[in-house]
């Protein structure tokens, strides 16, 4: 979750933000604090499960997995609502859809974490819509939340190993020799036996 709150430039938060506040205002009014929050949270760890489980334990920052969740959202409660009756809408509804879709292709774009953000958010804003949800639309919301559930945490099962390689083996041992200089030494040695077991290799806290 702490990687939707970790941005790498000025105009990457700040498009992010205002992608935030024009989704949100809306959707904060209609959902309430709660369910606004649950939403976008949850589609933040969505997105990074979906990046976890089909492209393996890389590095991704930004919000945007949550934005994807909050249109996942918005476009439910819209078909729901049916608001995709209205001609404009609908003209402006695809608008929004082609122009994030041709995001997508740009490079460096972790378009997984928006596939799980949107889908999630999709399934969740049917289930917080109350009476606006028929039966039929909450059965079928379930269903596909639970196969998602399903889908990320096999991927992210089978991603499970973590290369030696990958930048965070570095941070790892860091922590581990400053837990064993700093009075930590016994949590450190039973942090360091479930490390090796998740890099594969045997590491050492001295």
């Not at 059965?139 to 991927?155: P, S």
């Not at 030494?185 to 998740?198: N, P, Q």
């Amino acid at each position: 979750m702490t990687a939707g709150f970790v941005h790498t430039q000025i105009w990457h938060i700040l498009m992010n933000m205002m992608s935030l506040i024009s989704l949100g205002y809306a959707l904060e009014k209609y959902f309430g604090k709660l369910r606004y929050a649950a939403i976008l949270l949850l589609s933040i760890i969505a997105g990074s499960l979906a990046v976890f489980a089909f492209e393996g334990n890389i590095i991704t920052v930004g919000i945007s997995g949550g934005l994807y969740g909050l249109m996942g959202a918005y476009i439910a409660v819209a078909i729901m609502n049916g608001g995709m009756d209205s001609p404009s809408f609908r003209n402006s509804m695809f608008r929004i859809v082609a122009i994030n879709l041709m995001i997508n292709f740009m490079p460096g774009i972790a378009y997984y974490a928006h596939i799980g953000g949107l889908l999630c958010g999709a399934v969740l804003g049917i289930l917080f819509s109350g009476y606006l949800a028929t039966k039929k639309w909450r059965l079928g919301a379930m269903a596909a939340g639970a196969v998602l559930a399903a889908v990320l945490m096999l991927g992210s099962i089978s991603n499970a190993k973590i290369s030696s390689s990958s930048v965070y083996l570095g941070t790892d041992l860091k922590i581990l020799q400053y837990e064993s200089e700093h009075g930590l030494s016994r949590y450190a040695e039973w942090l360091s036996d479930g490390l090796s077991d998740v890099y594969g290799i045997a590491l050492t806290h001295d």
